[in-house]
């Protein structure tokens, strides 16, 4: 069983739409959750990062967690083409330190104006 | 505004040729990070650093090396290029200190094709 499981879409959704990201996890260990934006020829940014299960909001954009499922979501309100880019969800090492992220491949999602 | 810079965007090398990425940060953080990035494979860490000439393999070291001399520069070197290292290399920085939510910034990335 791979670590990360992140569907690599691509995602096409009109303009205005409810997005729905994934990715599910199988270490049980880790306790922070991350979600970056990648920009098609730039390097990844931090959009949101959670640390308990539940939902954490900002702005159009709500990151939600379950442990139990090991299931994060990525959600997206009243789409934006500007929104358009790859989103990847991120883990840093269990027990924090210097090590990297563990990342999911990516969802590369469209949004059709 | 956190600045991460790589020295190429694109970089063009033959098999054989040894090969320097380049990146610094102006954010005086203590960890730095090399990742490549491939379709379907997504971000793999190759080495990491987390102070001045320490340095830590990642998931993917075989065929690379690094150097950390300053702590702003983290150097990626590849001793003899090869076809299956045409990648997205991206370099990354953080401040030490343990805590999970800590940010990785990024770099532009540098696209490598060796021929």
């Known amino acids: 069983q791979k670590e990360v499981e992140q569907d690599p879409g691509p995602l096409s959704v009109p303009e205005g739409a409810i997005v729905s990201l994934n990715c599910t996890y199988s270490n049980s260990a880790f306790q922070y959750f991350m979600w970056y934006r990648q920009y098609s020829r730039k390097g990844p940014e931090l959009l949101m990062y959670t640390y308990s299960s539940g939902n954490k909001e900002d702005g159009r954009f709500t990151a939600q967690v379950d442990k139990s499922s090991k299931y994060i979501s990525l959600f997206i309100r009243d789409s934006q083409p500007s929104d358009s880019a790859t989103y990847l969800c991120a883990f840093p090492p269990p027990g924090g330190g210097a090590d990297g992220l563990t990342f999911g491949k990516g969802t590369h999602l469209i949004i059709q104006p | 505004d956190v600045k991460v810079t790589q020295s190429s965007r694109y970089l063009v090398k033959r098999t054989g040729e040894k090969v320097f990425l380049e990146c610094v940060q102006d954010m005086d953080h203590e960890n730095m990070f090399w990742y490549r990035q491939d379709p379907g494979l997504g971000l793999r860490l190759i080495y990491f650093?987390?102070?001045?000439?320490?340095?830590e393999k990642g998931d993917i070291p075989e065929g690379y090396s690094v150097s950390r001399e300053k702590k702003e520069r983290f150097s990626l070197i590849l001793e003899s290029a090869s076809t299956n290292q045409t990648s997205m290399y991206l370099c990354a920085s953080s401040r030490l200190g343990g805590a999970s939510t800590d940010t990785q910034y990024f770099g532009p990335g540098t696209r490598l094709t060796v021929l």
């Open positions: 650093s987390y102070d001045v000439k320490m340095k």
